[in-house]
């Protein structure tokens, strides 16, 4: 699209009608009468795209990397009593390292992007102790490629 906005523009410049832009171009005079009036008023930097749909990422590609490095030193050398990796616990990170809060339910999003995983610790044997292991079946992980075995 802006590669036609800018098609336009070359035509405006050369003093061709807007009808017969909007006919070479297969757009409606609509759309060149819009085109034409921003590019009066702001140049070719009113052609320009908008850019992608959506709101932009709240923690960018350098403060991924940051948390990346954190979340690899462990939860422990973040003052948390364990080294397990929980989603409350990461929001709380993000929150530290870049000023932007996150629900701990969203989080995972984040640890997506940084192609983290989850991973379910197994359940413990019927002679062990149950309490204990109630709730904490299970921590983030960096995705690792596994080795294949030859045959």
């Known amino acids: 699209m802006e590669a036609r906005r800018m098609e336009a523009a070359r035509r405006f410049a050369r003093g061709e009608p807007q009808t017969g832009i ?12 819009r085109w034409v009036r921003a590019w009066r008023e702001e140049g070719p930097a009113g052609l320009k795209g908008a850019g992608g749909p959506g709101f932009k990422p709240a923690v960018d590609g350098r403060q991924l990397v940051q948390l990346d490095r954190a979340l690899r030193r462990g939860a422990r050398a973040h003052g948390f009593d364990t080294d397990r990796w ?3 616990r990461i929001a709380i990170l993000i929150e530290r390292l870049t000023e932007v809060r996150y629900h701990p339910a969203s989080a995972w999003k ?4 940084l192609n983290w995983h989850f991973e379910s610790g197994a359940p413990p044997g019927r002679e062990r102790d149950v309490a204990p292991y109630r709730g904490r079946h299970g921590t983030w992980r960096k995705r690792t490629r596994r080795k294949v075995r030859r045959r």
């Not at 909007?22 to 009468?33: D, I, K, T």
């Not at 984040?110 to 992007?113: G, I, Y």
């Open 22 to 33: 909007a006919q070479a171009l297969g757009v409606s005079r609509v759309s060149v009468v």
């Open 86 to 88: 929980t989603l409350p």
């Open 110 to 113: 984040v640890m997506r992007k």
